[in-house]
């Protein structure tokens, strides 16, 4: 016979093994499977893992632990204890306490110290870790990630001696270890997904336009806001030059030192001009960067620009309505000085006529004098409808009415070669006003667009009622959301370039010839709207004629009372009654009392 004694042994080691190797299998199918793998959730993976690897190894303690980020210690993040399923976590262990052990988890694929106590790369863990916690055998496998280990998979042997590591089992802690370096993996997939998903929602979503070109300046993205603000969408800009928004409005120095100051790898900031789709220009607020990969080579710009069109105009309209209101206030300071010198000159002139003989030469030379102070006096006039301390009458009017009796004046005043139309809105209210004032408005455009339209042409003048909404003022300085009119004047003119379109409500700015214009028409438009509560806003192109706008404030329905006084002069009359003249000017006042006394008048000075 034969001992069979043997060949049974190494059968049943043989099934014992084909039964490890089946479990072993199952169980890292059914780990590589589950979502917290897949999901990059470590925590609760490595909870299912440690688990797992006691139960199918029969291994007392589990352990994942992972260096910390200057991968000086090692911290326990999960530990399962197979004989009373409790977890731990949180031990920490300096990697200066052992150093051969912490070399060799760098390059081995396992550390299989079957007699842990004895064994050269864990030893030195006796008295500080294994005796107090009855460790007898250890089977470490290395976690790493892109050749790094990060951590490690601690099987703990407690069995009160050695124990012999089967090499199915290393392959299997081997195995574990790969899946937790996986599960590391995908958390940081997960991570940077998020990650690249909100600052995608932040820069699609965002109101800045934003362009990312490569070196050469080829476009490879542009958000929405970039659509937005320059009318190309994303399939017109892709693989094109930003030169497509070029304006012309600055010059090839201007880009070379923007691209100089990039390609050197520094910021470039600063505000250029910029063309739309649509053709129109906008004023940008620009941030270009140079982008740098790992290498710190650049290899993108990222520009930022924020459309300040609106901004500038507003400032340019406060500042423009600030100037002008000094001016006007200096001006009309100016008039109302002049006013009282003239009035002297046209007052001795008058007394000078009235006295002389009107054969003497003395007397037609007082003529021209007087013609002359009246030129001057018409100048301050108009001068004088710039300062506010006017006294005016002002009261609910029918802006409909005064157009209406302009008519003849008007027609007269444009001339046979102009077409004059007039389309007067219904309904459309009573604003409070001047009917002088207003005609002088009215007036004053339509010279200028007269003017304009030297061969001949057609003016329109509409009014309209007009609700002005939040959207239309948060535009403009200086007008309220409400109802109003609209005076509107459109002239086929010659239009007006934008340069000289920027000045023409200053006091004496004019394009026109020596004693054709005096430049004061539109300043005396302005100040009269201003005077009124009102808006005005002139658009106008070369070639393209002039829209004026006026909007005034409509008046509420319930009928006013009329409000404020005049200055008007009566005809000269004689009379033989006492005057007390009250006058601080002494020229005025000297020259009040000789004319009183002049018309029979019993004069008292104070
Ligand atoms: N309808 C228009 N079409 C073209 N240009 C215009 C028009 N209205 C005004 N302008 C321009 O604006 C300038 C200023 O106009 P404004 O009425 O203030 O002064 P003016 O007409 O030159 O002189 P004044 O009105 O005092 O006789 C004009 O010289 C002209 O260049
Ligand atoms: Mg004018």
């Given at each position: 016979f034969m001992d069979i004694t043997e060949h049974k042994q190494f059968e049943s080691e043989l099934r014992n093994r084909e039964s490890r190797l089946r479990r072993q299998a199952a169980t890292l199918t059914e780990l590589a499977r589950c979502h917290e793998l897949l999901d990059g959730n470590p925590e609760s993976f490595f909870r299912k893992l440690v688990q797992t690897a006691a139960e199918t190894l029969g291994v007392e303690r589990v352990g994942i632990w992972l260096y910390t980020s200057g991968k000086d210690r090692i911290v326990c993040h999960e530990c399962y204890h197979l004989s009373t399923g409790e977890r731990s976590r949180g031990a920490e262990l300096p990697v200066s306490s052992n150093p051969t052990y912490f070399d060799e988890l760098d390059s081995a694929r396992f550390i299989d110290a079957d007699d842990a106590l004895q064994d050269a790369r864990t030893r030195d863990f006796a008295d500080t870790y294994l005796k107090p916690l009855g460790i007898t055998a250890m089977l470490d496998a290395p976690i790493r990630r892109k050749g790094q280990t990060v951590g490690v998979l601690c099987h703990e042997h407690c069995g009160g001696g050695p124990r012999n590591w089967q090499p199915d089992e290393k392959a299997y802690a081997a195995s574990l270890a790969d899946l937790a370096a996986m599960v590391l993996e995908a958390a940081d997939r997960v991570r940077a997904e998020a990650d690249r998903e909100r600052l995608a929602r932040a820069v699609t979503q965002s109101h800045e336009a934003m362009m990312i070109t490569d070196v050469s300046g080829k476009i490879l993205y542009v958000n929405p806001a970039f659509e937005r603000i320059t009318g190309y969408s994303p399939r017109e800009t892709l693989g094109r030059n930003p030169r497509i928004l070029k304006s012309g409005e600055h010059d090839a120095a201007f880009y070379e030192k923007m691209w100089a100051t990039l390609r050197s790898g520094r910021v470039w900031k600063g505000r250029m001009v910029n063309r739309r789709k649509d053709g129109t220009l906008f004023h940008a607020d620009e941030v270009i960067t140079p982008i740098r990969n790992e290498e710190g080579e650049i290899v993108n710009y990222v520009a930022v620009c924020r459309d300040i069109t609106r901004e500038l105009h507003l400032e340019q309209q406060l500042m423009q309505a600030v100037k002008l209101e000094s001016v006007g206030r200096m001006a009309g300071g100016i008039a109302h000085d002049f006013n009282n010198l003239l009035t002297t000159i046209l007052g001795f002139a008058q007394l000078i006529v009235d006295m002389s003989d009107p054969k003497s030469p003395i007397y037609n030379e007082a003529r021209e004098i007087l013609r002359a102070a009246e030129r001057g006096a018409e100048l301050t006039r108009q001068l004088l409808t710039l300062s506010k301390s006017r006294l005016t009458q002002i009261r609910p009017l029918d802006i409909n009415a005064v157009v209406r009796n302009m008519h003849q004046l008007l027609r007269r005043t444009l001339g046979e070669d102009i077409e004059l139309v007039t389309v007067l809105g219904e309904d459309i209210g009573s604003v409070r006003a001047n009917e002088t004032l207003l005609e002088q408005v009215i007036i004053n455009l339509a010279v200028n667009a007269r003017d304009a339209m030297p061969g001949g042409g057609k003016l329109s003048i509409e009014t309209l009622a007009v609700?002005?909404?939040?959207r239309f003022c948060a535009q403009r300085i200086g007008v309220r959301p409400g109802r109003?009119?609209?005076?509107?004047?459109?002239?086929?003119?010659?239009?007006?370039?934008?340069?000289?379109?920027?000045?023409?409500?200053?006091?004496?700015?004019?394009?026109?010839?020596k004693g054709r214009g005096s430049g004061l028409g539109l300043t005396t438009v302005y100040s009269i709207v201003k005077q009124l509560s009102g808006y005005i806003e002139i658009q106008s192109q070369p070639g393209r004629g002039t829209t004026v706008d006026i909007y005034l404030p409509v008046v509420p329905e319930e009928p006013e009372a009329q409000v404020e006084i005049v200055e008007s002069r009566g005809a000269l009359s004689r009379g033989n009654e006492t005057v007390l003249v009250v006058e601080d000017e002494d020229t005025v006042r000297h020259l009040t009392v000789r004319m009183l006394r002049s018309l029979g008048y019993h004069v008292l000075e104070a």
């Amino acid at each position: 016979f034969m001992d069979i004694t043997e060949h049974k042994q190494f059968e049943s080691e043989l099934r014992n093994r084909e039964s490890r190797l089946r479990r072993q299998a199952a169980t890292l199918t059914e780990l590589a499977r589950c979502h917290e793998l897949l999901d990059g959730n470590p925590e609760s993976f490595f909870r299912k893992l440690v688990q797992t690897a006691a139960e199918t190894l029969g291994v007392e303690r589990v352990g994942i632990w992972l260096y910390t980020s200057g991968k000086d210690r090692i911290v326990c993040h999960e530990c399962y204890h197979l004989s009373t399923g409790e977890r731990s976590r949180g031990a920490e262990l300096p990697v200066s306490s052992n150093p051969t052990y912490f070399d060799e988890l760098d390059s081995a694929r396992f550390i299989d110290a079957d007699d842990a106590l004895q064994d050269a790369r864990t030893r030195d863990f006796a008295d500080t870790y294994l005796k107090p916690l009855g460790i007898t055998a250890m089977l470490d496998a290395p976690i790493r990630r892109k050749g790094q280990t990060v951590g490690v998979l601690c099987h703990e042997h407690c069995g009160g001696g050695p124990r012999n590591w089967q090499p199915d089992e290393k392959a299997y802690a081997a195995s574990l270890a790969d899946l937790a370096a996986m599960v590391l993996e995908a958390a940081d997939r997960v991570r940077a997904e998020a990650d690249r998903e909100r600052l995608a929602r932040a820069v699609t979503q965002s109101h800045e336009a934003m362009m990312i070109t490569d070196v050469s300046g080829k476009i490879l993205y542009v958000n929405p806001a970039f659509e937005r603000i320059t009318g190309y969408s994303p399939r017109e800009t892709l693989g094109r030059n930003p030169r497509i928004l070029k304006s012309g409005e600055h010059d090839a120095a201007f880009y070379e030192k923007m691209w100089a100051t990039l390609r050197s790898g520094r910021v470039w900031k600063g505000r250029m001009v910029n063309r739309r789709k649509d053709g129109t220009l906008f004023h940008a607020d620009e941030v270009i960067t140079p982008i740098r990969n790992e290498e710190g080579e650049i290899v993108n710009y990222v520009a930022v620009c924020r459309d300040i069109t609106r901004e500038l105009h507003l400032e340019q309209q406060l500042m423009q309505a600030v100037k002008l209101e000094s001016v006007g206030r200096m001006a009309g300071g100016i008039a109302h000085d002049f006013n009282n010198l003239l009035t002297t000159i046209l007052g001795f002139a008058q007394l000078i006529v009235d006295m002389s003989d009107p054969k003497s030469p003395i007397y037609n030379e007082a003529r021209e004098i007087l013609r002359a102070a009246e030129r001057g006096a018409e100048l301050t006039r108009q001068l004088l409808t710039l300062s506010k301390s006017r006294l005016t009458q002002i009261r609910p009017l029918d802006i409909n009415a005064v157009v209406r009796n302009m008519h003849q004046l008007l027609r007269r005043t444009l001339g046979e070669d102009i077409e004059l139309v007039t389309v007067l809105g219904e309904d459309i209210g009573s604003v409070r006003a001047n009917e002088t004032l207003l005609e002088q408005v009215i007036i004053n455009l339509a010279v200028n667009a007269r003017d304009a339209m030297p061969g001949g042409g057609k003016l329109s003048i509409e009014t309209l009622a007009v609700e002005l909404d939040e959207r239309f003022c948060a535009q403009r300085i200086g007008v309220r959301p409400g109802r109003y009119v609209r005076l509107r004047l459109t002239d086929t003119g010659q239009g007006i370039p934008p340069e000289i379109l920027a000045h023409v409500f200053e006091p004496f700015y004019t394009t026109k010839e020596k004693g054709r214009g005096s430049g004061l028409g539109l300043t005396t438009v302005y100040s009269i709207v201003k005077q009124l509560s009102g808006y005005i806003e002139i658009q106008s192109q070369p070639g393209r004629g002039t829209t004026v706008d006026i909007y005034l404030p409509v008046v509420p329905e319930e009928p006013e009372a009329q409000v404020e006084i005049v200055e008007s002069r009566g005809a000269l009359s004689r009379g033989n009654e006492t005057v007390l003249v009250v006058e601080d000017e002494d020229t005025v006042r000297h020259l009040t009392v000789r004319m009183l006394r002049s018309l029979g008048y019993h004069v008292l000075e104070a």
